[in-house]
C-alpha cells in the first residue's frame, strides 16, 4: 500500500503533478476523477472492497496484478478461451459498466447468448455492491484514457462505435 | 420463382469484349454443375474501385475501368489465395499467399512487394481490410489464427485465436471488416469457415454467433428477440463480403449457392444457385456481384438473380 492519502493525492493533483508521475504510483487507495460505475462515483473504501474481492475470486484466473492467464489469445485444448487481462492489455475496458455488470453476475452467455466460457457467474457469490466494487477496482488500474474511452460506451448505452 | 439466368461462359474473349448480352444467347444452369464445387485451384476477386483483379491459382488479371482485360505477370513469391482492396486506396492491392507472406501493390498488381515477415509460415486463407482505417490488414493464417497490421502489412500482432465451432477450431474461408458499431468501441469482422459464419469484434472480445437485437437490451427488458433465418447449417463459406456501400448487406458463397442478408447476418436468403468460390461487391453498388468458379467469372447487377459471363479463366 502506498502511503500517500487519497486527501494528499488530490492536493498532489491541483499541484500539477504530472500524470505520467500519477499513474506511476496510483494505487487502489487513489481516487481519479473519472472512476464511476453507471454515473455514480466510486469511494476508496469501495475500491478498497473491489480489490479485497478481486483478491479472493478473480485473482486466481484473472492473475494477482490483472494480467490474465498466459497466453491468453490462445485457446485452451477444452476449445474454451483462458481469463484475459483486466488491465489495459486486456479488452475489459472496451465493455461497458451494464456488459461488465452482466458478465460479472450472470457469466459471459449474458451478453453473447449461447457462449460457453470458463467465466464462472458471481450471481449467489458476490452481492450486486461487491460487482460493483470489484469491477470498480478493475477500472482504476486503467489509465484516464481507458476509462474515459469505456465511459464513452456508457453514455451511448454501449451502444458506441 | 424466378430461375437464375445465366449468359454462355463458353464465349472467347474476343467476343466477351465485343459486348456479351447482344451476341451471347440464355440459358439455365444444369442443377448437376451445382454440386460441383472444385477445391483444386483457389481463387480471388476484387474491386479496386471501377476495376477488377482476379486470382486463379498462379493466374492473375486485371480488368481496367474501361473494361480491358490484362493478364498481370506472375508472381514469384506464390500463389495468392485472398485480396483485399480499400476505396481510399485506389490502385493498392494486398494479395494473402499460399506459401504464408502478404504481397501488396501500389499500380493494379503490375509490381508487388512482399511483406508479412513475422507472420507465422502457413497459408493466409483470408484477409480484409478494416473499412475504417484502409491502413489496418486482417490476415488469418492456416492452422494458427488472425493477425492484425496497422501498417499496411510492414508489422504484424497475433489478435486472436481461431473461431471454435462445432466442436473444433476453424480456418478462416473468408473475412470482412463490416462497418457496423459493436458497441464494444469498433466495428465487426465477419469470417466464413468451412461450417458457417461467425463474426468478432475488433477488440477481439470473442468470437461470436450473429445475434438478433442487442443482448443487452433483451437482458434489460426481458423481451425475446426477433427471430432469425440462418444459413443453411454445416455449409462450408467458400466467400462472405459485406457491402461497402451498405455494410449491413452480405453476400456469402455456399455450395447452396449465393445467399444475402439485408441485416448484417440475421436473416438469410438464397439469391441464385450459382457457386461461387471468391466474390466482390462494387464498392458503391450493394447490388453488383462479382463471383469467380468453374465457368469463369460472373458479374450480376442485381444482387444476383441474373449473371453475366465476363471472362472465362
Known amino acids: 500500500m502506498s502511503a500517500v492519502s487519497p486527501g494528499s493525492m488530490v492536493t498532489g493533483l491541483m499541484a500539477g503533478v504530472g500524470m505520467a508521475l500519477l499513474f506511476g504510483v496510483m494505487d487502489a487507495s487513489a481516487k481519479p476523477e473519472n472512476l464511476t460505475f453507471l454515473e455514480k ?42 481469463a484475459p487481462p483486466h488491465d489495459a492489455s486486456g479488452h475489459t475496458w472496451r ?6 455488470f452482466a458478465i460479472t453476475k450472470f457469466g459471459v452467455g449474458a451478453v453473447v447468448p449461447g457462449y460457453e466460457s470458463d467465466m464462472p457467474a458471481f450471481e449467489d457469490v458476490l452481492s450486486d455492491e461487491e460487482i460493483i466494487a470489484v469491477l470498480g477496482y478493475i477500472k482504476s488500474v486503467w489509465s484516464d484514457e481507458e476509462r474515459e474511452f469505456q465511459h464513452n460506451l456508457n453514455l451511448k448505452d454501449g451502444r458506441a462505435r | 420463382m424466378k430461375r437464375n439466368t445465366i449468359v454462355a461462359g463458353s464465349v472467347s474473349r474476343r467476343a466477351l469484349l465485343r459486348g456479351l448480352v447482344t451476341c451471347a444467347g440464355l440459358y439455365l444452369l444444369p442443377a448437376t454443375t451445382l454440386a460441383a464445387v472444385s477445391e483444386s485451384s483457389n481463387s480471388a476477386i476484387a474491386f479496386d474501385s ?64 512482399v511483406r508479412g515477415q513475422g507472420l507465422p509460415k502457413a497459408a493466409v486463407t483470408a484477409i480484409t481490410t478494416a473499412a475504417t482505417n484502409p491502413d489496418t490488414i ?114 456469402a458463397g455456399l455450395p447452396s449457392g449465393i445467399w444475402q442478408s439485408q441485416d448484417a447476418g440475421v436473416t438469410w436468403l438464397k439469391r441464385s444457385e450459382v457457386i461461387a468460390t471468391a466474390l466482390a461487391v462494387h464498392p458503391l453498388r450493394a447490388d ?16 444476383g438473380r441474373t449473371w453475366t459471363a465476363i471472362a472465362n479463366i
Open chain 1, 41 to 82: 462515483p466510486l469511494t476508496p473504501e469501495q475500491i478498497a472492497l473491489g480489490k479485497d474481492d478481486y483478491v479472493e475470486f478473480c485473482a486466481s484466473c484473472h492473475g494477482s496484478n490483472l494480467e490474465g492467464q498466459k497466453n491468453w489469445k490462445r485457446r485452451l485444448d477444452t476449445g474454451r478461451m483462458p
Open chain 1, 95 to 100: 465493455h461497458s459498466d451494464q456488459e461488465l
Open chain 2, 50 to 113: 471501377n476495376a477488377l483483379i482476379i486470382a486463379r491459382g498462379s493466374l492473375l488479371l486485371y480488368r481496367d475501368r474501361d473494361r480491358n482485360w490484362i493478364t498481370l505477370p506472375e508472381m514469384s513469391a506464390g500463389s495468392i489465395l485472398t485480396l483485399a482492396t480499400h476505396p481510399e486506396r485506389p490502385g493498392r492491392v494486398i494479395g494473402g499467399l499460399d506459401t504464408g507472406r502478404i504481397v501488396l501493390s501500389v499500380d493494379g498488381g503490375k509490381s508487388w512487394d
Open chain 2, 138 to 251: 486482417y490476415a488469418a493464417i492456416r492452422g494458427d489464427g488472425l493477425w492484425q497490421s496497422d501498417d499496411a502489412g510492414q508489422s504484424w500482432v497475433f489478435v486472436m485465436d481461431r473461431p471454435w465451432l462445432a466442436n473444433a477450431e476453424r480456418d478462416l474461408t473468408a473475412l470482412s471488416s463490416v462497418d457496423l458499431a459493436t458497441g464494444m468501441g469498433g466495428i465487426w469482422l465477419y469470417a466464413g469457415t468451412d461450417t458457417g459464419v461467425t463474426r468478432v469484434p475488433d477488440c477481439f472480445c470473442r468470437w461470436q454467433d450473429v445475434q438478433p437485437g442487442d443482448a443487452m437490451d433483451a437482458l434489460a427488458s426481458g423481451k425475446q428477440a426477433t427471430p432469425k433465418v440462418p444459413l443453411p447449417e454445416g455449409e462450408p463459406v467458400s466467400a462472405l463480403v459485406s457491402a461497402v456501400s451498405r455494410p449491413a448487406t452480405l453476400y
Open chain 2, 288 to 303: 453488383d456481384l462479382v463471383i469467380v468458379n468453374n465457368d469463369g467469372v460472373l458479374q450480376s447487377p442485381d444482387g
